[in-house]
């Protein structure tokens, strides 16, 4: 058995297959995604795996005009509050860069994926990305 609730490779499958996990505190009831050892809230290691809506706010983004290696410039990393309570960061998909301002704060979002080819690491990465909900 593993140490970890919810590895990351398992939170990668998932989005793939159109599902948000996370882990859920026993000790609080917060949530923690991406999944990490302990709770974001309280520290606590008592978690579960939890499926989450996949929907949630745009709080603050930034547009990216220098990529690093392998991406292409620019696009928007944005951070927004799931449903759930804990924010997620993931590429705005469908908004062109140049023309992003502030009135994508407040904006909903549902949560998707996209796979990527990474250039440091062997295989497919998977990014969580956010679009409009209209």
Partial sequence: MSFYKLTHREYFDALK???LLGLKCRQCGG???PPKACCDGCGGTDTEVAGLSGKGE???????RVAPEG???PYIVAMAELEEGPWLMGNLLDVDPDRAGMDLIGKKVSVGHRVVQMNYTAG??????FKIIP
Avoid: D, N, S
């Avoid at 745009?58 to 990216?64: E, L, Q, S």
């Avoid at 497919?124 to 990305?129: D, F, I, L, N």
């Fill in 71 to 73: 991406l292409q410039a």
């Fill in 58 to 64: 745009i709080k603050t983004f930034t547009v990216v």
């Fill in 17 to 19: 297959e159109g599902r």
């Fill in 31 to 33: 949530y923690t995604v």
């Fill in 124 to 129: 497919e990465g998977v990014t969580p990305v």
